[in-house]
């Protein structure tokens, strides 16, 4: 059964700062991975996809890489800001069947 | 994603009560999905369903059904709600012929079960 583990739970940054998060999953037989973005309260927003085949995605100032063969993933946020703030999840789809980890919820201090 | 749509947006209700959650969808696609998520968990897969004819089971189907009236609509029934069952439900829409098979997702509907 694939399990997505994503550490710490919480962060808390100064405004300015690039940051990493981290996911990992147990089962690399995956056909892609996603990062989301969740508000408080909202939906999920879909920040990037990486395909099994490919190593990295960048939109803006996002940035996620994939290492299939060791089970990671990171999402690398440059130069942080207040808006950042929200719940960052990571999703693996296999079988057509998306499994989440719990998220990482993120503060960025003004 | 404003072409998923999810009534009631909230909901209360009480333990033993039928409750129905419905999901539209303008986008054309084929497949949909139930999920809940918990305060600080992951969202877990419930039912999905890859077409009008077809409806699986997910992670954790058991106190609930759906039904996929057409390829736009796909409800979430508890038939006797309980209050383990107090979660944020969101529904999801992907297309088989997008070959990242991208999931799209509802607003959410806050469920309290007293």
């Known amino acids: 059964k694939q399990e997505v583990t994503q550490i710490p739970a919480a962060l808390s940054v100064p405004e300015g700062e690039n940051l990493v998060l981290n996911c990992s999953f147990t089962?690399?037989?995956?056909?892609?991975l996603q990062w989301f973005r969740q508000d408080p309260g909202k939906g999920l927003t879909s920040l990037l996809l990486?395909?099994?085949?490919?190593r990295e995605q960048t939109s803006g100032r996002l940035n996620a890489s994939l290492d299939k063969s060791s089970g990671r993933s990171t999402l690398y946020i440059a130069a942080s800001q207040p808006g950042d703030s929200a719940t960052y999840l990571c999703?693996?789809?296999?079988?057509?069947?998306?499994?989440f980890g719990k998220g990482i919820t993120l503060s960025v201090r003004p | 994603d404003a072409d998923v749509t999810q009534t009631p947006r909230n909901r209360i209700t009480k333990t033993g009560k039928r409750i129905m959650l419905e999901c539209s969808q303008t986008?054309?696609?084929?497949?949909m999905y139930w999920y809940r998520q918990d305060p600080g968990l992951g969202l877990r897969l419930i039912y999905y369903?890859?077409?009008?004819?077809?409806?699986n089971k997910g992670e954790i189907s058991d106190g609930y059904s759906v039904s996929r009236q057409a390829q736009a609509k796909f409800s979430l029934s508890l038939e006797s709600a309980i209050p383990n069952q107090t979660a944020l439900y969101f529904c999801?829409?992907?297309?088989?012929?997008?070959?990242?098979?991208?999931?799209?997702f509802g607003p959410g509907t806050r469920l309290t079960v007293l």
């Open positions: 999703a693996v789809k296999a079988n057509s069947k998306l499994t």
């Open positions: 089962d690399s037989a995956i056909y892609n």
């Open positions: 369903s890859f077409d009008v004819k077809d409806i």
């Open positions: 986008k054309g696609h084929d497949r």
């Open positions: 990486i395909q099994s085949s490919q």
């Open positions: 999801a829409t992907s297309d088989r012929s997008d070959s990242t098979d991208t999931q799209y």
